[in-house]
């Protein structure tokens, strides 16, 4: 007798066995996905290896990104467009905002087509289709932390301290973190029928980034329009980021509060949606 929480087994005799995933819209059975945990790490070193292989400047790729970024956002916005940074220098206020704003979208882009790349895997043996979007949310954070490193390299050069509010960072990147595996839950299936969602990506993740206060200041958003703005959930990311690191202003309360509840929303649907697509992956993909 198979209990609804676990994948259905049917004998068809001669020792065939087939495996499908759990019938039911609600039958979530997210204690299989911990019940495989060593596989997400096993799935998580492989895509740190692969990335970097035969590379010959190695893990320096995951710096030079932010760095060339930083770079011309200070030329572009901090020296020619005088824009404000809250009393701090322009490339720390930037590196601030940079830093997790590389790290959502990479873990946003990788998670949304990870499925097209573990096509083999997928269509070959049974495991919990989770464990793809969430190993490749999670190996981004290495090249994150290769990133803070510098980043705190850059304060200790401005003689830049943190204040107590740094205690917090740890949130707002678990808040990042959820976005990007909240927003992959929905595309990751699109991704695996429609091959669009590859193109498109790279466009919309370039616009997102001139919606959000990554080169800029949240405050030059008129206040008419801060409620509206705010429903955007990297604002508070960044501003959370920048408040922790720089101590520059207060947190934006309302930002991180209604990015939360847009991304607990987007989360749970995420989850239900790509349960209940990921039974048709190995045929279509």
């Known amino acids: 007798m ?17 495996i ?7 039958s979530l059975d997210l204690r299989e996905v911990w019940r495989h945990r060593e596989l997400l790490y096993v799935l998580v070193m492989r895509d740190l290896k692969v990335r970097y292989k035969q590379a010959a400047m190695g893990a320096l790729w995951a710096l030079i990104q932010p760095i060339v970024a930083v ?25 601030a905002a940079v830093l997790p704003w590389t790290y ?24 919990p289709r989770l464990l793809t979007p969430l190993a490749l949310v999670i190996a981004p954070l290495a090249e994150f932390a290769a990133g803070f490193a510098v980043l705190l390299a850059l304060l200790a050069w401005y003689g830049l301290t943190p204040g107590p509010g740094i205690v917090l960072l740890p949130f707002f990147l678990l808040v990042a973190t959820s976005l990007a595996l909240s927003l992959a839950l929905w595309l990751a299936p699109i ?15 370039q616009v997102w980034l001139y919606a959000s206060p990554v080169a800029y200041s949240e405050s030059l958003v008129p206040q008419r329009w801060r409620a509206l703005y705010d429903l955007n959930p990297m604002v508070g990311v960044i501003s959370g980021f920048r408040w922790a690191l720089l101590g520059s202003g207060s947190p934006d309360l309302q930002a991180i509060g209604l990015s939360t509840a847009v991304i607990v929303v987007l989360l749970a649907g995420g989850v239900v949606f790509f349960r209940k697509m990921e039974r048709s992956f190995a045929d279509v993909i």
């Not at 198979?2 to 087939?18: L, W, Y």
């Not at 020619?80 to 720390?92: D, E, H, I, N, R």
């Not at 091959?195 to 993740?205: E, K, N, S, T, Y």
């Open 71 to 95: 770079a011309i956002f200070a030329v572009i916005f901090g020296h020619f467009a005088k824009m404000p940074s809250g009393g701090v220098p322009y490339v720390v206020f930037a590196f």
């Open 191 to 205: 991704s695996v029928r429609y091959r669009d969602v590859g193109h498109a990506l790279p466009f919309l993740i």
């Open 2 to 18: 198979t209990s609804p929480h676990e994948p259905a087994r049917r004998d068809f005799g001669a020792g065939t066995v087939v």
């Open 20 to 26: 499908q995933p759990p019938a039911g819209f609600w």
């Open 104 to 127: 959502f979208a990479e873990a946003l882009r990788r998670a949304s087509t990870g499925l097209i790349g573990d096509a083999e895997l997928v269509r070959k043996i049974y495991f």
